[in-house]
């Protein structure tokens, strides 16, 4: 089972996806695409204790966070 987490200012939302339905997969995939496009940073765990940024869906990856866009003043 693989896992979308979506941060943003209410804390988070997880959304759990079997990579080997496609119905599931599919949703997953469209989520990565919607969020990314309206300027959520995606990224996936490469090792213990680092990330790295995704710029594409990976259906493989285990767990991809979702960070919201950062607004300075």
Do not use: C, W
Not at 9 to 21: C, I, K
Not at 41 to 69: C, H, K, M, W, Y
Request: zero cysteines; proline letters at 5%.
């Amino acid at each position: 089972m693989a896992i979308q987490i979506l941060m943003d200012r209410t804390g988070d939302s997880r959304h759990p996806f079997d990579p080997n339905d496609a119905q599931q997969l599919a949703n997953a995939e469209q989520r990565f695409y919607e969020l990314t496009k309206v300027g959520f940073t995606a990224a996936v765990r490469t090792g213990l204790g680092q990330v790295s940024q995704i710029r594409s869906f990976d259906p493989n990856a285990e767990e991809t966070v979702f960070f919201p866009r950062l607004v300075g003043g």
